[in-house]
């Protein structure tokens, strides 16, 4: 299995705050994204990363920034979480642009 | 922009059936295709793609074929497990970027004894 470890797992919060979820890989992959997973949509890509300090915008990147300053950290944030971002996100990870994605075990967040 | 559409689920299955996911797609261009696979609490992983049209993916016994003419990509398996219970989800890259994908719904497969 690809070493990709997400944190937390699990985290409950409030309208409002804010909210980093972090992914974490010891593959030296270059290349990572965040997805959000919602029933009847799939999985949809937020933000990715093609090298430290290089992101770019997804598909639905409204509400969320993201950072990478390590090869082997990126970090997904929520400035003002909201209700409709309760959601299962997941990173990923792929050596090149046409490889696989390997995928973490994703952070089930709840903004009540 | 680019879509996926897949078949209706939850699909319930006994053990040894045949199995079909249908996915449909709309792109511009050549895509490539996949399915992926969730297993209960894990995250994907890809389980066969397929990158021009006639081409056949194929591993563990599943099976997809690239129809462009009627651009599809139907996921099927002859005889299938208790442990291919699992969400199935149909997906396309646009481009050469195999990480930016549009995923469908996802199809939930459950196989009994």
């Known amino acids: 299995d690809a070493g990709i470890t997400q944190s937390p797992r699990h985290k409950v919060t409030e309208t409002g705050t804010p909210v980093t979820l972090r992914c974490h890989q010891t593959?030296?992959?270059?290349?990572m994204y965040w997805y959000r997973q919602d029933p009847g949509h799939g999985l949809r890509l937020i933000h990715y990363s093609y090298g430290v300090k290089d992101t770019d915008k997804g598909e639905v990147s409204d509400g969320y920034s993201v950072s990478r300053s390590k090869t082997e950290d990126f970090l997904l944030t929520l400035e003002s979480a909201t209700s409709s971002q309760t959601s299962v996100y997941f990173c990923?990870?792929?050596?090149?642009?046409?490889?696989?994605?390997?995928f973490g075990s994703g952070t089930q967040l709840s903004v009540l | 922009g680019n879509s996926v559409t897949q078949m209706e689920g939850p699909v319930t299955l006994s053990e040894e059936a045949f199995l079909t996911i249908n996915c449909t797609y709309t792109a511009t261009g050549y895509p490539s295709l996949f399915w992926y696979v969730q297993y209960p609490g894990e995250g994907l992983q890809l389980l066969l793609k397929a990158t021009k049209a006639d081409d056949k993916g194929s591993n563990k016994g599943f099976e997809a074929t690239y129809r462009k003419e009627t651009t599809s990509f139907h996921l099927e398996k002859g005889s299938v497990q208790v442990s291919d219970s699992a969400v199935y989800f149909c997906?396309?890259?646009?481009?050469?970027?195999?990480?930016?994908?549009?995923f469908g719904q996802g199809t939930i497969l459950t196989v009994h004894p």
């Open positions: 990923a990870i792929s050596e090149s642009t046409n490889e696989k994605l390997f």
């Open positions: 997906a396309l890259a646009g481009g050469t970027s195999y990480g930016k994908l549009t």
């Open positions: 593959e030296n992959h270059r290349y």
